[in-house]
């Protein structure tokens, strides 16, 4: 015997039940929807605390140069929690390719270590690294091709990058668990061009922590509201 096949939709025989399913789904909808409005501006909120933070950071930093340590001490890019600084070589290291060439001269020195304590004040937490505004700080340290062959770029840049990460620790009292140094060589070609000195340069990038921002500006808002 053939079986007979119907081309209607079965509806629950109830129909409470089926408007208690409508109900449900509404209610998952809109839960959904008010957790991703949640998350979202959660995202919103630290993303424009970090922003304003790097500003401040920028600011209390340049404040405190002179109008030539300001040419060779260029905030490059700002991009989420991510925050480059980049220093020109011409005035960190001499000229030529020498022993001397690869170490921080006074002038270099004397403003890493302006910039090194402007990171320490907005270390935030310094005994819990990663805790603090600062998730970590990256040193990173690079040649040009006219300083030696592919071995020697190497460890020259590993060398001012350590350099710097010591004058942080030392002289900066910032928590070496927080830094990170690397040497380039002259392969990051981030600002490689007809000037080969461009490519001397070191680039300290600072990683934020949003959520840490966030608490920084209601601390910030809180003692003003005090005053």
Request: glycine share 8%; hydrophobic share 35%.
């Given at each position: 015997?053939r079986?007979?096949?119907?081309d209607?939709i079965d509806?629950?025989a109830?129909?409470f039940?089926?408007?208690?399913?409508f109900?449900?789904?509404?209610?998952?909808?809109?839960?959904?929807?008010?957790?991703y409005?949640?998350?979202?501006?959660?995202?919103?909120?630290?993303?424009l605390?970090?922003?304003?933070?790097?500003?401040?950071?920028?600011?209390?930093?340049y404040?405190?140069?002179?109008?030539?340590?300001?040419r060779f001490?260029?905030?490059?890019f700002?991009?989420?929690?991510l925050q480059?600084?980049t220093f020109?070589?011409?005035y960190l290291?001499?000229k030529g390719?020498?022993e001397?060439s690869?170490?921080?001269?006074?002038?270099?020195?004397?403003?890493?270590?302006?910039?090194?304590?402007?990171?320490?004040?907005?270390?935030?937490?310094?005994?819990?690294?990663?805790?603090?505004?600062f998730?970590?700080?990256?040193?990173q340290?690079?040649?040009?091709?006219?300083e030696g062959?592919?071995?020697?770029?190497?460890?020259?840049?590993?060398?001012?990058?350590?350099?710097?990460?010591?004058?942080?620790?030392?002289?900066c009292k910032i928590?070496?668990?927080?830094?990170?140094?690397?040497?380039?060589g002259?392969?990051d070609?981030?600002?490689l061009?007809?000037?080969?000195l461009?490519?001397?340069?070191?680039d300290?990038v600072v990683?934020?922590s949003?959520a840490?921002?966030v608490?920084?500006?209601?601390?910030?808002?809180?003692?003003?509201?005090?005053?």
């Amino acid at each position: 015997m053939r079986r007979a096949y119907r081309d209607s939709i079965d509806f629950p025989a109830n129909p409470f039940v089926a408007f208690a399913d409508f109900i449900l789904m509404i209610l998952v909808l809109v839960t959904l929807g008010f957790i991703y409005q949640n998350v979202y501006n959660d995202e919103v909120i630290q993303r424009l605390a970090v922003q304003r933070l790097q500003g401040l950071l920028q600011k209390d930093f340049y404040g405190g140069l002179d109008d030539g340590q300001r040419r060779f001490a260029i905030e490059k890019f700002k991009d989420g929690d991510l925050q480059r600084f980049t220093f020109d070589g011409a005035y960190l290291y001499n000229k030529g390719v020498n022993e001397e060439s690869s170490k921080l001269n006074n002038s270099g020195r004397m403003l890493l270590v302006k910039f090194g304590k402007v990171l320490h004040e907005y270390e935030g937490d310094s005994t819990r690294p990663g805790y603090g505004l600062f998730k970590r700080i990256s040193i990173q340290g690079n040649c040009d091709k006219s300083e030696g062959d592919d071995d020697t770029l190497w460890k020259i840049s590993q060398a001012r990058a350590r350099e710097v990460a010591e004058i942080f620790q030392r002289d900066c009292k910032i928590n070496p668990e927080l830094i990170e140094a690397t040497g380039r060589g002259s392969w990051d070609k981030s600002t490689l061009s007809s000037d080969m000195l461009k490519n001397r340069r070191l680039d300290i990038v600072v990683y934020y922590s949003g959520a840490r921002a966030v608490e920084f500006e209601k601390k910030i808002q809180s003692q003003q509201i005090l005053r």
